[in-house]
């Protein structure tokens, strides 16, 4: 019968990074557009404070954050080819709406920033927040730019949907060459008429990933990590 548990993965250095998606109001608050959809696996796995104690950790030792915001401008409203169906709610919700590429005007305190828990760890002037995703992965943003020009090769990866936009980003960062850890604590997932979307993305994540830990096995191998030593060179 084939194995597929997951094989150990050591951190190496300053190769190794801490990346999220999503770090939105929207999925995480009450009255959050998405809340609704997510809540009851974001309850059950703890995922707001797992993701603080994530950041702080990263932050005490010194490790790279990379965040992917997930953003829609006006000008995203106007697509006029077929989009998918959560895509279509998400446009017709307003969800992670923004007045502009250029602009803050009402973002603070709105569906699209930032918790405000997570802002001193984000907004520290360290953080690398990337273009936002369009869709799901990081295909349509500079993520893998980022990550290439700091020389990362292994990702410790979370975020609130871990079907979606987590997973999505998951099979492009393998498709692209680097070694994954997913958090399988800092996530969620919501269900439909055909199951537990969470349930799924642990049985996708177990198939692709390089390992899966829980926030405190993560926070671990974080503390026991030599993140000052330097990346592998290309």
């Given at each position: 019968?084939?194995?597929?548990?997951?094989?150990?993965?050591?951190?190496?250095?300053?190769?190794?990074?801490?990346?999220?998606?999503?770090?939105?109001?929207?999925?995480?608050?009450?009255?959050?557009?998405?809340?609704?959809?997510?809540?009851?696996?974001?309850?059950?796995?703890?995922?707001?404070?797992?993701?603080?104690?994530?950041?702080?950790?990263?932050?005490?030792?010194?490790?790279?954050?990379?965040?992917?915001?997930?953003?829609?401008?006006?000008?995203?409203?106007?697509?006029?080819?077929?989009?998918?169906?959560?895509?279509?709610?998400?446009?017709?919700?307003?969800?992670?709406?923004?007045?502009?590429?250029?602009?803050?005007?009402?973002?603070?305190?709105?569906?699209?920033?930032?918790?405000?828990?997570?802002?001193?760890?984000?907004?520290?002037?360290?953080?690398?927040?990337?273009?936002?995703?369009?869709?799901?992965?990081?295909?349509?943003?500079?993520?893998?730019?980022?990550l290439r020009r700091?020389?990362?090769?292994?990702?410790?990866?979370?975020?609130?949907?871990?079907?979606?936009?987590?997973?999505?980003?998951?099979?492009?960062?393998?498709?692209?060459?680097?070694?994954?850890?997913?958090?399988?604590?800092?996530?969620?997932?919501?269900?439909?008429?055909?199951?537990?979307?969470?349930?799924?993305?642990?049985i996708n994540w177990?198939?692709?990933?390089?390992?899966?830990?829980?926030?405190?096995?993560?926070?671990?191998?974080?503390?026991?990590?030599?993140?000052?030593?330097?990346?592998?060179?290309?």
């Amino acid at each position: 019968m084939f194995d597929h548990r997951s094989p150990e993965m050591t951190l190496r250095g300053g190769a190794a990074a801490l990346v999220f998606t999503d770090l939105h109001n929207d999925f995480f608050m009450p009255d959050g557009k998405a809340y609704g959809l997510i809540k009851e696996s974001l309850e059950r796995n703890n995922t707001f404070a797992n993701i603080e104690v994530l950041l702080r950790t990263a932050k005490s030792a010194g490790m790279k954050v990379f965040v992917s915001p997930h953003y829609y401008y006006p000008h995203d409203h106007k697509w006029v080819a077929p989009t998918t169906p959560l895509e279509d709610l998400a446009h017709q919700i307003g969800l992670l709406d923004r007045e502009g590429p250029l602009s803050l005007e009402n973002l603070e305190g709105s569906g699209a920033d930032f918790p405000d828990r997570y802002k001193p760890y984000l907004l520290d002037r360290e953080t690398i927040i990337t273009s936002p995703h369009k869709a799901y992965g990081a295909s349509t943003n500079d993520m893998i730019l980022q990550l290439r020009r700091h020389r990362i090769e292994q990702i410790i990866l979370a975020g609130p949907v871990g079907n979606l936009c987590v997973e999505a980003h998951m099979r492009d960062f393998i498709e692209h060459g680097f070694e994954i850890a997913m958090v399988r604590d800092a996530t969620g997932g919501a269900r439909n008429e055909e199951g537990d979307g969470y349930e799924a993305a642990m049985i996708n994540w177990r198939f692709l990933a390089h390992a899966m830990w829980t926030t405190a096995e993560a926070v671990k191998r974080i503390e026991a990590c030599d993140v000052a030593s330097a990346p592998i060179a290309a």
